[in-house]
C-alpha cells in the first residue's frame, strides 16, 4: 500500500518558545528538505536538548532514521513523540510511513486511525484508512475509533482511594502506633495522604501493606503512583510490574505503564501498552 504516501514534514510542529525557536526549526526543516540529512541531524538534536518536551525534533530526527531505512530508531524518537504530544498529526502521519515502509499493517492500521482521530477531517487520513480497510476486507470499520484518544491520554490515572472509616484523619498516626498491623487503619491514613499530595509520607504505609497483605495488588499500583509522582519512575515501573504479578488486571495498569515507560525513553516496551489499550473495549 504505497499510493498517497508523501514525506511528512514538521513545519506543521513548534517548539513553542518564540521566534528564536522556530528559526532554528525552520532551518531544521530546510537542510532535511534539501536532504542535508548530517545538517539536519546536527540542528534537531540542538533543538531537542534545548526544547526536551516537545515532539518537533523527534518527528524531524525520526524522518532522518526512515530516510535511512533504520526502522526501530524511526519509531522509537516517534513512540517518545506520542508520549510528550500524542495529539500532534505530524507524529501519526509520521507512524503511518513508517509501517506502510515496513509493511506492518495492523500498525498501520492502527497509526492511521490514531491519525484520523486526533484529525477526523483531514480528507489523506479518510481516504487512506478507507482503502486499507478495503484491501483487508473490512468494510464495515469505517467509523470513528471509540475513546481511542481516551485511552492514550498520557495524564497519569489518579487512584480512587476513600476512607472506610468514621475516624477522624488526626487520629489515624497514634492509631497505626498502636495497632500496627491494622491494614484498614493504614488504608485509612493512605487515602488520607493521598487527598493531602503526601505521597512520599504514604510509600511507607503502601510498603507494609504489601507485606501484610501479599496477595492484594492495589498496593503495589498506589505505590507506584507515589513514584511517579516523585519522579521516579524506574521504581514506579518496578511497582507496576509486582502489582501485575500480584494479579493487578491490565486495564487498571496499563496505561500507567506506557507512561512510566515512555518517561524512562523506552518506548518500544510502552509500544505494547499503548495498542492494548486502544484495542481493549472499555
Given at each position: 500500500m504505497t499510493h498517497g504516501y508523501g514525506a511528512v514534514l514538521v513545519r506543521g510542529t513548534s517548539v513553542?518558545?518564540?521566534?528564536?525557536?522556530?528559526?532554528?526549526?525552520?532551518?531544521a526543516v530546510e537542510a532535511l528538505n534539501r536532504n542535508d540529512l548530517s545538517r539536519a541531524q546536527q540542528l534537531f538534536e540542538h533543538l531537542r536538548l534545548l526544547y526536551p518536551r516537545s515532539a518537533a525534533p523527534l518527528i524531524g530526527l525520526a524522518q532522518i532514521a526512515l530516510r535511512q531505512k533504520q526502522y526501530s530508531k524511526a519509531e522509537a524518537y516517534l513512540l517518545q513523540a506520542v508520549g510528550h504530544e500524542p495529539t500532534l498529526p505530524?507524529?501519526?502521519k509520521s507512524l503511518v510511513l513508517l509501517y506502510n515502509e515496513r509493511q506492518d499493517r495492523a500498525r498501520l492500521r492502527w497509526a492511521l486511525e490514531m491519525w484520523r482521530t486526533v484529525e477526523p477531517n483531514n480528507p489523506q487520513a479518510v481516504a487512506l484508512l478507507l482503502a486499507l480497510y478495503e484491501q483487508t476486507g473490512d468494510t464495515q470499520a469505517y467509523r470513528k475509533p471509540r475513546a481511542a484518544w481516551e485511552r492514550l491520554n498520557p495524564n497519569v490515572p489518579l487512584p480512587q482511594l476513600k476512607m472506610q472509616t468514621r475516624i477522624r484523619p488526626e487520629d489515624l498516626p497514634r492509631l497505626i502506633q498502636q495497632n500496627p498491623n491494622s491494614p484498614e487503619l493504614r488504608k485509612a491514613y493512605v487515602a488520607v495522604l493521598f487527598q493531602r499530595k503526601q505521597y512520599r509520607q504514604a510509600i511507607p504505609h503502601l510498603e507494609r501493606l504489601m507485606r501484610l497483605q501479599p496477595k492484594e495488588s492495589s498496593h503495589a499500583y498506589h505505590l507506584a503512583y507515589c513514584w511517579v509522582q516523585l519522579g521516579e519512575f524506574e521504581r514506579a515501573r518496578m511497582a507496576i510490574l509486582e502489582a501485575r504479578r500480584r494479579g493487578e488486571p491490565r486495564a487498571r495498569s496499563a496505561r500507567l505503564l506506557a507512561f512510566v515507560l515512555l518517561q524512562l525513553d523506552r518506548p518500544a516496551e510502552a509500544l505494547p501498552e499503548l495498542e492494548w489499550l486502544y484495542q481493549c473495549e472499555w
Open positions: 513553542g518558545d518564540g521566534a528564536s525557536g522556530q528559526h532554528l526549526l525552520d532551518s505530524e507524529t501519526w
